[in-house]
């Protein structure tokens, strides 16, 4: 299975977009776009799915319920 990251990053580089593009287009910053594509952050919530499937159609589909968590990570960030 994959986490939204992956299925993110996938729509993304489906749509040739940068991340600061889709941060653009979606009115997000790009910290948060990078966040949520390495797992750093929650999954979104609806308002900012709702921005990024404006710019990305394919993230309409997702059922984020049924992805993978993120990866656990320690205090300095690296994967558990």
Do not use: C, Y
Request: cysteine-free.
């Amino acid at each position: 299975m994959a986490t939204f990251g992956d299925v993110l990053r996938q729509a993304r580089l489906s749509a040739g977009l940068t991340q600061p593009q889709l941060a653009k287009h979606a009115g997000l910053s790009r910290a948060a776009v990078w966040r949520l594509e390495a797992g750093r952050s929650r999954p979104p919530n609806q308002e900012t799915l709702a921005q990024l499937a404006k710019v990305l159609p394919d993230l309409a589909r997702v059922d984020i319920a049924t992805l993978d968590p993120p990866a656990p990570r320690t205090r300095k960030g690296r994967p558990v």
